[in-house]
C-alpha cells in the first residue's frame, strides 16, 4: 500500500461517539439549551481528533443518530419538573436538524442579530464559528436516525461517502 492509498484510506473513516443527555434542538445557539450544544460539540471534537482528523470533512457524507430515551412517543406526558427522567425527549426530525446545525459552523457573531451564549467564550476550540465536522450542513446527504427507549443519551456516526 503506497502513501497516497493510506491517505485515501484515512479520509473514509468513519467517526462514532456518544453523548450523555439529549440531542440539542435547531436554533438553540444562545439559548438556554446551549449547554446542550457544547455537549455534542465537545464530543464531536474528541472523537475527529481521537479519528487522527485535524479538520472536518470536506465532502459529502452520511449521518446517523440513534436517540434513546426512556420516553420517545409520549408527547403529552405530564412532567415532574424540568429533570424528570420520563419527559417527552422531542420529535426525532427536531433532533435530526439540531445535531446537522451543531456539526457545521453557526451564523456569524451579529449575523441576523445572532448572539451566541455566553458559555463559549472559554471553549475557542468548539466555538461557533468552528467547523468541527462538515463546513455546511448541506454536505450531509445521507440520514438514518431513530429513537429508541433507554437511559438518555446518544450516539452520532458521520462518514464520507
Known sequence: MN????LNFSKK???RFEVEGKP???SQWGTSDAILVINLREAALKARTKAGRDKCFTTPVKLKLIVYAPN???RNYVQNGDNDEKRYV????SLVA???DYLRPGPKRGENNFE???LFDDKPEIDTDVALMVEDDSQIVSIVA???SGKLHYVIEIEPI
Do not use: A, F, M, Y
Open 13 to 15: 473513516q468513519k467517526i
Open 90 to 93: 422531542g420529535d426525532l426530525d
Open 116 to 118: 451566541r451564549s455566553k
Open 24 to 26: 440539542p434542538q435547531k
Open 98 to 100: 439540531g445535531v446537522c
Open 3 to 6: 502513501l497516497k492509498t493510506k
Open 72 to 74: 420517545i412517543d409520549k
Open 146 to 148: 431513530e429513537k429508541r
